[in-house]
């Protein structure tokens, strides 16, 4: 399990970002969820950074991440005042194509299995089943 508050802070998201990932693929994950991780755990750090805590130095983002062998449950919070995720408009209709709101949201949605808000908003928890570098029963290749 790795529990960190690291800063309002683009590097130090990066970092750990990379850090998460390290432990992923120490314990397996292929390709293609480590990508599917990065993409999602950057796009939440990114909102919790500058939506959450609007790149408020004085603030932290709280990061939880538990890599299990099957498994991978990862929990962004900001100190900001959280927002209503179901009155963030659809990227994908027409009239909200060219405005760069929701785009974020829609990928962690469309790369994770769950996505999930706290009450207040300030909260997302991202889940991933591991799906690539699962080891094979004994006889397929």
Known sequence: MIEKSIPTD???ARRLTEEILGRAEAVGYGEDDRFAIRLAL???LINAIRHG???DHARKVTVSADIGA???TITVCDE???FDPAAVPDPTVDEN???PCGRGIMLMRAY???VSYNTRGNEVRMA???CSGLPRPAGQH
């Open 112 to 114: 994770m299995d769950e």
């Open 80 to 82: 900001g005042a959280g």
């Open 42 to 44: 950057e796009e939440a």
């Open 53 to 55: 805590n609007k790149f």
């Open 70 to 72: 099957k498994r991978t």
């Open 128 to 130: 991933k089943r591991r």
């Open 97 to 99: 194509l060219e405005k």
């Open 10 to 12: 683009l590097t130090a």
